[in-house]
C-alpha cells in the first residue's frame, strides 16, 4: 500500500531553451540557422523573448524542447487519464507478463478512520483474489481483471514542452483536477517545469477551466457478466473510387488495378493514400484492462467513457481461462459481488464519487468511440488481428476486420496480421508458429 506516488523529470534534451528561442527568432532574423542559435543566452534573455512570442498565441517553438518523465507509484487510474495524451510517447510495464502480487495501491489522503479502515481492507482482498486466481495456473492476463484501478502503475512518458504544459494544465485546472491524485502529480510536474520556463505556463490556466466534463451521477449497479462487441459506425460512401483518386493524385502504380495497387500499398513504406479514407468505430463493454491496448496507438482520435462509468455499469466480462475452470469462476464473480457490496458501503459512509473511481476492476467494462484512417487501421491490425495480441482486442479487431472487408474486399481483404500483410512474422521467437500467410498474392 502507498498514498503518494511521484512524477519527475529524469531528461531533457540539451539547450532547449536556446533551441526554443532561436525558433522564435529564425522566421524574423538574418543569418543562418546556426548563427541565429548562436545568438541566444540561454537565460532571461531567450525566456523574455519566448514569452513575447508565446503570448502572441506562436506555441509551436515549444515543440523543439523534449522531456521525458517517470511515473513511479501511481494509480492506473493516473496512467490512462495521461496515455490519452496523443503527442507523447508512453512506455508502460505490462499486466500481461508481470505479476502485480506487490504492485500496492493508491490510497485517497481524505479518507481517514473507519472508511479509511474499510478502503484498504477492500483493496487487499481483491489483490488476495488475484493471487488466488494465479495459484489455479489462470494467466496473469486473466487474473488482473480483479484488480482495482487503484493499483500501482510504473511508467515512462516522453513529449515535448508543449504537450506538457497541456497535460500539466489539465491535470491541475482541466479534467483532471477532480482528482486529488492527479492535481498532487501536476503540482510535482509544474514546479519542475517552472524551474525551466518561469512563469510560461501562467497564461495557459484559464483555458482549461472552459472544459466541460460529465457530471458523476448515476446509481451503482449490481455486478454482472457482459459480452465485447465492436461496430463500424462510418466509411466512405465509396471508399474504392477515394483511393482510386488519391492514387491517381499521387501517380503510384499506374500500371496496376486498384486491388493490386491495394496489395502494394500495404508493404509500401508510404502508404500516404490510405489517409485518405477515414472510419470511426464503437467498441462495446470493453475491459478496462484492454483500453490501453486501443489508447497506445498514437494516430486516432478516441473518444472514452470516464473510469466512473464502468462503476455505475457494474459489468464485467469473464476471460474463457476462469470460465473453464469452477474454483476460478466462484473466485472471480465473488471478487466484483464483494467489490460493489464495499462500494456501496463506502458511498453510505460518505465517500466522494472522484474516489469511487478507484473501485473499478480492471475487468469492469467502458465504452469507446474511435475513428482511424486507413493506413492507421493497416497498422492497428497488423498488430491486433496477431494471435499474439491480448485476446479481447484479438476478437475484436477480427470482427473490425471482417466489417471493413463488407465496405471493401479490394482494399481490406490485403490488411491483416503482420504475417499476412508482410509475408513474415515479426515476433522472433514468440512467434505462434502458424503464421497466416495468404493463398495467392497478385503480382
Same mark, same amino acid.
Given at each position: 500500500?502507498?498514498? %503518494?506516488?511521484?512524477?519527475?523529470?529524469?531528461?531533457?534534451?540539451?539547450? +532547449?531553451?536556446?533551441?526554443?528561442?532561436?525558433? @522564435?527568432?529564425?522566421?524574423?532574423?538574418? +543569418?543562418? @540557422?546556426?548563427?541565429?542559435?548562436?545568438?541566444?543566452? +540561454?537565460?532571461?534573455?531567450?525566456? %523574455?523573448?519566448?514569452?513575447?512570442?508565446?503570448?502572441?498565441?506562436?506555441?509551436?517553438?515549444?515543440?523543439?524542447?523534449?522531456?521525458?518523465?517517470?511515473?513511479?507509484?501511481?494509480?492506473?487510474?493516473?496512467?490512462?487519464?495521461?496515455?490519452?495524451?496523443?503527442?507523447?510517447?508512453?512506455?508502460?510495464?505490462? $499486466?500481461?507478463?508481470?505479476n502485480?502480487?506487490?504492485?500496492?495501491?493508491?490510497?485517497?489522503?481524505?479518507?481517514?478512520?473507519?472508511? $479509511?479502515?474499510?478502503?484498504?481492507?477492500?483493496?487487499?482482498?481483491r489483490?488476495?483474489?488475484?493471487?488466488?486466481?494465479?495459484?489455479?495456473?489462470?494467466?496473469?492476463?486473466?487474473?488482473? /481483471?480483479?484488480?482495482?484501478?487503484?493499483?500501482?502503475?510504473?511508467?515512462?512518458?516522453?513529449?515535448?514542452?508543449?504537450?506538457?504544459?497541456?497535460?500539466?494544465?489539465?491535470?491541475?485546472?482541466?479534467?483532471?483536477?477532480?482528482?486529488?491524485?492527479?492535481?498532487?502529480?501536476?503540482?510535482?510536474?509544474?514546479?519542475?517545469?517552472?524551474?525551466?520556463?518561469?512563469?510560461?505556463?501562467?497564461?495557459?490556466?484559464?483555458?482549461?477551466?472552459?472544459?466541460?466534463?460529465?457530471? /458523476?451521477?448515476?446509481?451503482?449497479?449490481?455486478?454482472?457478466?457482459?459480452?465485447?462487441?465492436?461496430?463500424?459506425?462510418?466509411?466512405?460512401?465509396?471508399?474504392?473510387?477515394?483511393l482510386?483518386?488519391?492514387?491517381?493524385?499521387?501517380?503510384?502504380?499506374?500500371?496496376?488495378?486498384?486491388?493490386?495497387?491495394?496489395?502494394?500499398?500495404?508493404?509500401?513504406?508510404?502508404?500516404?493514400?490510405?489517409?485518405?479514407?477515414?472510419?470511426?468505430?464503437?467498441? %462495446?463493454?470493453?475491459?478496462?484492462?484492454?483500453?490501453?491496448?486501443?489508447?497506445?496507438?498514437?494516430?486516432?482520435?478516441?473518444?472514452?467513457?470516464?473510469?466512473?462509468?464502468?462503476?455505475?455499469?457494474?459489468?464485467?466480462?469473464?476471460?474463457d481461462?476462469?470460465? @473453464?475452470?469452477?474454483?476460478?469462476?466462484?473466485?472471480?464473480?465473488?471478487?466484483?459481488?464483494?467489490?460493489?457490496?464495499?462500494?456501496?458501503?463506502m458511498?453510505?459512509?460518505?465517500?466522494?464519487?472522484?474516489n469511487?473511481?478507484?473501485?473499478a476492476?480492471?475487468?469492469?467494462?467502458?465504452?469507446?468511440?474511435?475513428?482511424?484512417?486507413?493506413?492507421?487501421?493497416?497498422? /492497428?491490425? %497488423?498488430?491486433?488481428?496477431?494471435?499474439?495480441?491480448?485476446?479481447?482486442?484479438?476478437?475484436?479487431?477480427?470482427?473490425?476486420l471482417?466489417?471493413?472487408?463488407?465496405?471493401?474486399?479490394t482494399?481490406?481483404?490485403?490488411?491483416?496480421?503482420?504475417?499476412?500483410?508482410?509475408?513474415?512474422?515479426?515476433?522472433g521467437?514468440?512467434?505462434?508458429?502458424?503464421?497466416? /500467410?495468404?493463398?495467392?498474392?497478385?503480382?
Amino acid at each position: 500500500m502507498q498514498t %503518494k506516488g511521484e512524477a519527475r523529470f529524469i531528461a531533457m534534451s540539451d539547450h +532547449g531553451l536556446n533551441v526554443c528561442a532561436a525558433s @522564435a527568432r529564425i522566421s524574423t532574423t538574418d +543569418g543562418t @540557422a546556426l548563427e541565429i542559435f548562436g545568438k541566444g543566452d +540561454g537565460g532571461e534573455r531567450d525566456l %523574455k523573448l519566448i514569452r513575447k512570442v508565446l503570448g502572441s498565441g506562436h506555441k509551436s517553438l515549444l515543440e523543439h524542447h523534449v522531456f521525458s518523465l517517470a511515473l513511479e507509484n501511481v494509480s492506473v487510474l493516473v496512467e490512462q487519464f495521461l496515455i490519452e495524451f496523443r503527442l507523447a510517447s508512453f512506455t508502460v510495464k505490462s $499486466r500481461r507478463y508481470v505479476n502485480f502480487s506487490g504492485a500496492g495501491f493508491y490510497v485517497p489522503d481524505s479518507l481517514s478512520g473507519d472508511a $479509511r479502515e474499510k478502503y484498504v481492507a477492500g483493496m487487499t482482498d481483491r489483490f488476495s483474489d488475484y493471487n488466488q486466481l494465479m495459484a489455479l495456473d489462470i494467466p496473469k492476463e486473466d487474473a488482473r /481483471f480483479v484488480l482495482p484501478y487503484c493499483f500501482l502503475s510504473n511508467f515512462y512518458l516522453t513529449c515535448n514542452a508543449r504537450e506538457l504544459i497541456h497535460i500539466i494544465c489539465s491535470m491541475i485546472y482541466g479534467r483532471g483536477s477532480m482528482f486529488a491524485e492527479l492535481v498532487m502529480l501536476g503540482e510535482q510536474l509544474l514546479s519542475q517545469f517552472e524551474a525551466v520556463y518561469p512563469g510560461v505556463i501562467e497564461s495557459e490556466k484559464a483555458h482549461y477551466e472552459r472544459c466541460a466534463v460529465a457530471p /458523476f451521477e448515476g446509481e451503482f449497479h449490481a455486478a454482472s457478466a457482459v459480452v465485447p462487441s465492436i461496430k463500424l459506425l462510418s466509411a466512405p460512401a465509396d471508399p474504392e473510387s477515394l483511393l482510386q483518386g488519391a492514387l491517381q493524385f499521387t501517380g503510384r502504380f499506374p500500371d496496376l488495378t486498384l486491388k493490386q495497387a491495394a496489395q502494394a500499398l500495404v508493404r509500401d513504406a508510404r502508404p500516404r493514400e490510405l489517409e485518405c479514407l477515414s472510419f470511426t468505430y464503437l467498441v %462495446k463493454d470493453v475491459s478496462l484492462a484492454s483500453v490501453t491496448h486501443y489508447t497506445r496507438h498514437r494516430m486516432q482520435s478516441p473518444l472514452i467513457k470516464q473510469v466512473i462509468a464502468a462503476v455505475h455499469r457494474g459489468a464485467y466480462i469473464v476471460p474463457d481461462t476462469i470460465a @473453464a475452470n469452477e474454483q476460478a469462476i466462484r473466485i472471480y464473480q465473488n471478487a466484483f459481488e464483494r467489490n460493489h457490496q464495499v462500494l456501496m458501503e463506502m458511498m453510505d459512509m460518505g465517500m466522494s464519487y472522484e474516489n469511487a473511481s478507484y473501485f473499478a476492476l480492471a475487468g469492469n467494462v467502458i465504452d469507446m468511440m474511435i475513428t482511424m484512417n486507413a493506413r492507421e487501421l493497416l497498422h /492497428f491490425l %497488423k498488430l491486433r488481428t496477431c494471435t499474439r495480441a491480448q485476446w479481447e482486442i484479438q476478437k475484436l479487431s477480427v470482427s473490425l476486420l471482417e466489417q471493413l472487408r463488407t465496405c471493401s474486399h479490394t482494399i481490406f481483404d490485403s490488411f491483416g496480421p503482420s504475417c499476412a500483410v508482410e509475408l513474415r512474422c515479426p515476433e522472433g521467437r514468440m512467434s505462434c508458429g502458424k503464421p497466416q /500467410f495468404p493463398k495467392d498474392v497478385d503480382a
